[in-house]
């Protein structure tokens, strides 16, 4: 148990010695505009708490978040959530946080297919949240392109892509594409070429990734990688962007009229800003209250669902 979580034991331990724990209302808040996302993990958690069971008032996930408007209302003993809220406030500015950044993405990318990848950021037993929150974003996250792309750690094992991509596509079945992550070993034009030699018809598209680049620089070798893969004789290979994909620069890419048919994400979302929550009672047993500066009372939020939870 750590320290912080001990102090807040604490404090409510002087309440039960007084047999003070009124059904307490509680308003949470974004402090910037973005995606909500994160109810369905504080459902779960308030479940675990058991109890008298509680009366949740909540956005739909991927509702615009307004700053400062509530986004969703908890009332059950104060007592039985006291110490969870600073959790809950982490649960929806973390998957908030990603959400909003998926969000930006794929608005960005308009018409073109935005595709969930394993990010190098998020712990593995965080991994289901993120996923769930970047679907709530508009990420596609069961692609089978994604399920086509080899990683490139297993391209530098053996030394050799075209050598690995044999061995992948033959493990593959029939029904998954088959993407290739170009330049681990060469500039990505020339080994883009190559692999599509050596695979023929079996190779879907290729994927490239956006490093640090003037968009300039990286809008030229896209246009150089689809007219060297048509002269070749390979038009239907199609080619997707991964890496340091970001709004920003989608929208420097835009203009230049790249030949991108898609975009593979995942550390660019993981790395997003938490969304930032407040807490704030509004009840105590039914008589309005609050801290000074604020209305006592609920807030009127006509866009929230009331949920009961046993």
């Known amino acids: 148990m750590s320290t912080l979580h001990e102090l807040n034991v604490q404090m ?14 509680m308003e949470l808040m ?62 929806l500015a973390t998957q908030s946080g990603w959400a909003t950044a998926a969000r930006a993405i794929v608005d960005q990318a308009g ?8 990010p190098n950021l998020i712990l593995p037993q965080a991994l289901a949240q993120f996923e769930y929150a970047a679907h709530v974003g508009g990420i ?55 692999i599509a030699l050596g695979l023929g018809e079996h190779l879907t598209g290729v994927v490239v990734e956006a490093e640090s680049a003037p968009a300039e620089t990286f809008s030229e070798t896209l246009h150089e990688l689809r007219e060297q893969l048509d002269l ?35 550390d660019t979302i993981a790395a997003a800003a938490p969304l930032p929550f407040r807490a704030e009672l509004k009840e105590s047993d039914g008589k309005p209250l609050a801290r000074r500066g604020l209305v006592p009372g609920t807030t009127p939020s006509p866009r929230l669902k009331r949920i009961e939870v046993d």
């Not at 910037?32 to 308030?46: D, T």
């Not at 080899?150 to 029939?174: F, K």
């Not at 290739?180 to 060469?186: I, K, P, Q, Y």
Request: net charge neutral; proline share 6%; glycine share 10%.
């Open 111 to 118: 018409s073109l297919p935005v595709m969930l990848t394993a």
């Open 140 to 194: 596609a996250i069961d692609s089978s392109l994604a399920r086509g792309l080899l990683a490139r750690s297993h391209l530098v094992l053996r030394g050799d892509a075209l050598r690995a991509l044999r061995v992948w596509n033959e493990s593959l079945t029939p029904e998954f594409p088959r993407l290739a992550l170009v330049g681990t070993f060469h500039e990505p034009v020339d080994e883009a070429v190559r």
């Open 12 to 25: 409510n331990g002087v309440l039960t010695r007084e047999a003070l724990d009124p059904v307490a209302t």
């Open 30 to 91: 974004p402090q910037r505009e973005g995606i909500f996302c994160g109810a369905r993990e504080v459902l779960y958690a308030l479940r675990e708490l058991g109890g008298h069971g509680f009366q949740v008032w909540t956005l739909d996930e991927g509702a615009h978040l307004v700053p400062q408007q509530v986004a969703m209302r908890v009332r059950g003993h104060f007592l039985e959530y006291s110490a969870a809220v600073n959790g809950i406030l982490g649960l």
């Open 232 to 266: 070749a004789g390979f038009p239907r290979v199609k080619i997707f962007v991964c890496g340091d994909v970001t709004p920003e620069r989608i929208a420097l890419w835009q203009p230049r009229g790249v030949p991108c048919d898609g975009f593979f994400v995942g």
